[in-house]
């Protein structure tokens, strides 16, 4: 089996692709790519089982209702927006609250922060990839963070060049938990860059789904999935993966 882990960018230049090939007890990350853009990872993942990428897939429901109301003049008053109660459902779609609840993390707001501008690229790069089921297709969204807690790895604070040594043992804690995993000497990028390491454990995250190993929207949370999409959470151990 094959998996693609794509830590995702707004930009090419920050944006990292790992692929990993899949046997029994082991596991080769065969490519490692950095920087991307949207052909090179189009090529990357041809004939992968399954692809994760980091990037949220689509927008809150309550959010798209009140820009397309805002938009077309038919915003009523009365919705309490000086309250922030009121703006978190325009604020986190359903997963984010999932996992907010579940304690594995707090997903950025697509709606809110600047993570938008990597969901505008990403639902350009599902169009090109042809995936249309934003919950359990051939694409899946991925967390890392969440993956990390669930692992018992570390999870934080290993983002941006002031914090390689963190990284850097972030890396080492990883593969001494999972020591079939082969990184076929792509050690250097993966304690210097933190998309690159994002982009393995994104891989990893994909190699879950296609195992049947990730937490899934229940039949009431679903229909809201499909449009919103939804992040999958590992619920298995590092060792299961192969």
């Not at 304690?103 to 599902?126: E, M, T, W």
């Not at 290993?158 to 999972?178: C, F, I, T």
């Not at 296609?210 to 060792?239: F, K, N, Q, S, Y």
Request: charged share 25%.
């Amino acid at each position: 089996m094959r998996t693609v882990g794509i830590d995702l960018a707004a930009s090419p230049a920050r944006t990292a692709v790992a692929v990993v090939d899949w046997s029994t007890g082991a596991a080769r990350l065969t490519d490692l790519v950095m920087p991307a853009d949207d052909a090179r990872i189009v090529d990357l993942t041809a004939g992968a089982d399954r692809i994760g990428i980091d990037a949220p897939f689509g927008w809150p429901d309550d959010f798209v209702d009140l820009v397309v109301a805002q938009h077309r003049g038919q915003l009523g008053p009365g919705r309490g927006l000086d309250d922030i109660e009121q703006r978190r459902p325009l604020a986190y779609r359903r997963t984010d609250r999932h996992v907010m609840s579940a304690k594995l993390g707090n997903p950025l707001s697509v709606s809110a922060d600047q993570i938008a501008h990597v969901a505008f690229r990403c639902v350009g790069l599902l169009a090109d990839l042809g995936v249309s089921d934003r919950v359990d297709g051939r694409a899946v969204e991925a967390y890392p963070a969440a993956a990390l807690r669930h692992w018992g790895l570390t999870h934080r604070s290993y983002k941006g060049p002031a914090r390689r040594s963190v990284l850097a043992a972030s890396y080492q804690d990883l593969v001494e938990r999972a020591p079939w995993f082969d990184v076929a000497g792509h050690r250097e990028l993966l304690v210097t860059d933190d998309n690159a390491f994002d982009a393995v454990v994104t891989a990893f995250i994909a190699r879950a789904a296609a195992l049947g190993r990730t937490t899934l929207p229940d039949d009431g949370d679903r229909p809201i999935a499909l449009r919103e999409g939804w992040i999958h959470v590992p619920d298995c151990a590092l060792a299961e993966l192969v």
